[in-house]
């Protein structure tokens, strides 16, 4: 596979179902509580705070270091974020090209629910996913993580067809940042699990990978930075990481 040489991949800022998530935990809700369908959920403003901070960070990069290609979830929040960054950081590119294959998690019949809503609701979806683990298991009408890897690896080979060897930015979800890693780095279940236990995916959180060889002598993509928030912190941007209003559950 022909790889981008330089690939960031970017969370999108808080939103509105973030802050909608944050309230309906804190009240101990059955539902999350949000006006707008999911796709048309749009960034907070402190998200579309943490977009120009980002954005700022990489308009300070050398003209020959900064994205030359953009792409992004059709999500409002995610697209919202993405035009944020190429504003802030002053890109010369001909167009945010959507992918839909990078949308959110498809959460089904659990859309909105907090984790008392879904034990109230399907107590059974909870104990199969207690059984199966949060990456296999698939609501009904929604998706496990591995469907979501399955279509991020046919999005990744077009990425490797059309920008190989170019610099490529990603503007995405939290879920959709970890099943990438999970297909770059060639992690299992238990490795990539292990690495979302430890922290959410930040909002606006930047995830960086470089093209360079490798002991076997295949150039692959190399991890320099995950949720990395400094471009945030150094403005003093408040730095947050809801998951997404989808479901309480996160995935």
């Known amino acids: ?41 749009p960034l907070s403003p402190l998200g579309r705070e943490q977009a120009r901070s980002v954005g700022a960070w990489f308009g300070a990069m050398a003209e020959d270091e900064r994205p030359e290609h953009v792409l992004s979830s059709p999500y409002i929040r ?35 629910l907090t984790t008392r809503g ?9 104990e199969f996913r207690r059984i199966l683990g949060k990456f296999y298991h698939r609501p009904p009408g929604g998706e496990s993580w591995c469907d ?3 279509r991020l690896r046919a999005m990744l080979d077009a990425v490797g067809l059309h920008y190989g060897g170019r610099r490529v930015l990603i503007v995405g979800h939290q879920v959709v940042v970890l099943c990438l890693r999970y ?35 295949e150039a ?3 991890l320099e930075r995950y949720n990395f928030v400094a471009p945030m912190e150094r403005r003093g941007t408040p ?11 996160a995935g």
């Open 239 to 249: 730095v947050t990481a809801e998951p997404d209003a989808k479901s309480a559950a």
């Open 1 to 41: 596979m022909t790889w981008p040489s330089h690939l960031w991949i970017v969370r999108h800022g808080e939103s509105l179902g973030n802050v909608a998530r944050e309230a309906a935990m804190g009240g101990d809700l059955a539902r999350i509580d949000i006006a707008h369908r999911d796709v048309d959920v």
């Open 78 to 112: 995610a697209r919202e974020t993405a035009e944020l960054l190429v504003e802030g950081a002053g890109l010369a590119v001909r167009e945010i090209v959507t992918d839909e294959r990078l949308r959110e998690k498809e959460f089904g019949v659990l859309d909105r």
């Open 148 to 150: 979501v890897i399955l």
């Open 183 to 217: 297909i770059i780095e060639r992690l299992d279940e238990a490795q990539i699990l292990e690495i979302d236990r430890k922290s959410d995916v930040a909002n606006c959180a930047v995830t960086q990978y470089r093209l360079a060889p490798t002991d076997d002598g």
């Open 220 to 222: 692959r993509l190399q």
């Open 118 to 126: 879904i034990l109230e609701d399907y107590p059974e979806q909870a």
